[in-house]
């Protein structure tokens, strides 16, 4: 099965500074890859996704980028605001259901 | 916009009770899920169906059982709730099978006494 490794669990910015989080996995048949972003108190929301027929995706202050190789994958948010703070999760599907990371608190601080 | 909805935000059930949670999707998604998201462990699936009738186990499956016999309903059943299961349930459904990402309902926090 897929195992999915995220790194770092904590990640506190300066306002303005960029935040990078990695995940690698394990299943070389993975071929979609989806963040998701979780507010204190609220639900995971899905904020970007990455297919492997691309090695990056933009979404106006984040980007995801595919590493199929070394099987990873980072999300990267530009400019943080305060608004970006919260717990990011990747995921790595496995058998048609998805491998979480364990997270990643993001404390960006003004 | 595709909604999932959990029906209790919040339950207090004593240890030894049967505990049903319920989960309802409003976008004909033939996937469902159950997860259980405790701190410093992430998300971890209890349960999954894939279609009507249809159940299959997760990561975790022990103390739970599922009920799916409507496509748009996916209830979590803990047969005798212990303390251990204290924690925030999420229910998610997805369209496609680990090709597209999911939609969680909003939580359940259940405390067990």
């Known amino acids: 099965g897929e195992n999915v490794e995220q790194h770092p669990s904590t990640l506190s910015v300066q306002e303005g500074d960029s935040a990078v989080i990695k995940c690698t996995y394990s299943?070389?048949?993975?071929?979609?890859f989806p963040w998701y972003k979780q507010e204190l108190g609220k639900r995971p929301q899905l904020i970007i996704d990455?297919?492997?027929?691309?090695g990056e995706k933009k979404d106006q202050r984040i980007a995801v980028t595919l590493n199929k190789t070394a099987k990873h994958f980072s999300l990267h948010i530009t400019e943080t605001q305060p608004e970006d703070s919260a717990v990011y999760f990747c995921a790595a599907p496995s058998w048609g259901k998805f491998q979480f990371g364990a997270g990643t608190q993001v404390v960006v601080t003004p | 916009d595709v909604k999932v909805t959990q029906s209790s935000r919040y339950l207090v059930k004593r240890t030894g009770e049967k505990v049903f949670l319920e989960c309802v999707q409003d976008m004909d998604h033939e996937n469902m899920f159950w997860y259980r998201q405790d701190p410093g462990l992430g998300l971890r699936l209890i349960y999954f169906?894939?279609?009507?009738?249809?159940?299959e186990k997760g990561d975790i499956p022990e103390g739970y059982s599922v009920s799916r016999e409507k496509k748009e309903r996916f209830s979590l059943i803990l047969e005798s709730a212990s303390t251990n299961q204290t924690s925030m349930y999420l229910c998610?459904?997805?369209f496609g099978r680990g090709n597209y990402g999911y939609t969680f309902g909003s939580g359940t926090r259940l405390t067990v006494v």
């Open positions: 299943d070389s048949a993975s071929n979609y």
């Open positions: 990455i297919r492997s027929n691309v």
């Open positions: 998610a459904s997805s």
């Open positions: 169906s894939y279609d009507v009738k249809m159940k």
